[in-house]
């Protein structure tokens, strides 16, 4: 079975600062691999998500995404935090013509002013 | 266009009751997927309808149940509530499942349910 592991629960950086939130999949094929931001209240928004076309991925809000296939990796990243970017991140992923997603447990970012 | 609409938004139930929870996807979308988050489980997957049937089914106890429509609205509903049931319900909805889709799923808010 498919999962998706998030490492760090909680992140905190500082206002400024590079963001790195962490995600790794296990899957001998690579799947659709998604970020998500869930803000408090809301439901899910799709920042980016990776369909095999470019293992660079630019999404919203100034994020962005690598592929790396041998280290079954997919990290979030945003060169300079903004207060706004405070919210919970997920990575997912769903294999090919399954529209199950398999979430990873989440990471907290807290934007230290 | 509009987006995933679930209602109601916030619900409180008490133990034994069921609860009927409806959510309608963007328009075109005529896959609905249903997730339950909770603070200590995280997200989990629950089912998935496409054209009235049912396609994918997570590792859930019977009493969780749901259908769609033929304008591809879609209900769940939750029998004999538990304490444990208290959750954030989301809706997702994609244009079409299967084959080599890579649409990404649309989250609506989500139910909150709260089982006293």
């Known amino acids: 079975a498919q999962s998706v592991t998030q490492l760090g629960s909680h992140v905190s950086v500082s206002e400024g600062a590079l963001v790195l939130l962490r995600c790794n999949y296990s899957?001998?094929?690579?799947?659709?691999l998604f970020w998500y931001v869930q803000y408090p209240n809301q439901g899910l928004q799709l920042l980016l998500k990776?369909?095999?076309?470019?293992?660079l991925v630019k999404g919203i809000n100034g994020f962005e995404a690598e592929f790396k296939k041998s280290e079954t990796s997919f990290h979030l990243t945003k060169p300079s935090a903004h207060m706004s970017d405070a919210a919970e991140y997920f990575c997912?992923?769903?294999?090919?013509?399954?529209?199950?997603?398999?979430f990873g447990t989440g990471t907290r970012l807290t934007i230290i002013p | 266009k509009a987006g995933v609409t679930q209602t109601p938004r916030y619900l409180i139930k008490t133990r034994g009751q069921q609860v009927t929870l409806s959510c309608s996807p963007i328009?075109?979308?005529?896959?609905v997927s249903w997730y339950q988050q909770t603070p200590g489980q995280g997200l989990q997957f629950l089912f998935e309808?496409?054209?009235?049937?049912?396609?994918n089914k997570g590792n859930f106890p019977g009493r969780f149940s749901g259908r769609q429509f033929s304008n591809s609205r879609s209900e769940m509903n939750v029998s004999t509530l538990e304490l444990g049931d208290s959750a954030l319900y989301l809706c997702?909805?994609?244009?079409?499942?299967?084959?080599?889709?890579?649409?990404?799923?649309?989250f609506g808010e989500g139910s909150r349910l709260t089982v006293l």
């Open positions: 309808y496409f054209s009235e049937t049912q396609r």
């Open positions: 997702a909805s994609v244009v079409a499942p299967g084959g080599s889709s890579t649409g990404e799923l649309f």
């Open positions: 899957s001998s094929v690579p799947p659709y």
């Open positions: 990776y369909t095999s076309a470019a293992t």
């Open positions: 997912a992923a769903r294999p090919f013509g399954n529209e199950k997603l398999t």
């Open positions: 328009s075109g979308h005529r896959s």
